[in-house]
T-cell receptor, first 113, second 117 residues
Framework: QKEVEQNSGPLSVPEGAIASLNCTYS??????FFWYRQYSGKSPELIMF????GDKEDGRFTAQLNKASQYVSLLIRDSQPSDSATYLC?????????????FGAGTRLAVHP | DADVTQTPRNRITKTGKRIMLECSQT?????MYWYRQDPGLGLRLIYY???????NKGEISDGYSVSRQAQAKFSLSLESAIPNQTALYFC????????????????FGPGTRLTVL
């Protein structure tokens, strides 16, 4: 079992719809959860992070965290073609005395006009 | 100017050659990281450094070495490049949020595309 799992996609949604991206993780001790967006051939850009159960909203983006179910999601409202990218979920892991980020392989989102 | 820069941006080399990838940052962060990205595998940590005197292996350090020349500079070397080291390499920096490790946002450089023939 991978430490951070994401459906590779592609997830295809029409313009204006809500895109829902999901991520599960295996380490119950994880405290911080990150969503990055990565356009093809470019570097990951931070969208937002969340560390408390519940929802966190930032503009069109909402991160949802459920630690009991070890599940974190990202909702994108009013999806635009410019949102088409790969979305990486990352989870912190404390190991060997250090805190590190473990990344999922990413979900590719395609928003069509 | 970009906060995290990487040089070169693209490199093609031959098997057995020594290669150095360089990373510089102006963010003032103590923590720096090297990742590689392969299709379908996501980002995998090669090495990380929490300050100039603290360097640690990540999950895939074999075949790689690093040098932290200063707070702002972190270099990755491939001592003898092999074709399966062909990948996209990213440098990242971070600064713990609120002084803890629990929330430690990482910021990425533009990447170096390395091809080993």
């Amino acid at each position: 079992q991978k430490e951070v799992e994401q459906n590779s996609g592609p997830l295809s949604v029409p313009e204006g719809a809500i895109a829902s991206l999901n991520c599960t993780y295996s380490d119950r001790g994880s405290q911080s959860f990150f969503w990055y967006r990565q356009y093809s051939g470019k570097s990951p850009e931070l969208i937002m992070f969340i560390y408390s159960n519940g929802d966190k909203e930032d503009g069109r983006f909402t991160a949802q965290l459920n630690k009991a179910s070890q599940y974190v999601s990202l909702l994108i409202r009013d999806s635009q073609p410019s949102d088409s990218a790969t979305y990486l979920c990352a989870v912190n892991k404390f190991s060997g005395g250090y805190n590190k980020l473990i990344f999922g392989a990413g979900t590719r989102l395609a928003v069509h006009p | 100017d970009a906060d995290v820069t990487q040089t070169p941006r693209n490199r093609i080399t031959k098997t057995g050659k020594r290669i150095m990838l360089e990373c510089s940052q102006t963010k003032g962060h103590d923590r720096m990281y090297w990742y590689r990205q392969d299709p379908g595998l996501g980002l995998r940590l090669i090495y990380y450094s929490f300050d100039v005197k603290d360097i640690n292996k990540g999950e895939i350090s074999d075949g790689y070495s690093v040098s932290r020349q200063a707070q702002a500079k972190f270099s990755l070397s491939l001592e003898s490049a092999i074709p399966n080291q062909t990948a996209l390499y990213f440098c990242a920096t971070s600064d713990p949020y609120w002084g803890t490790s629990a929330t430690d946002t990482q910021y990425f450089g533009p990447g170096t595309r390395l091809t080993v023939l």
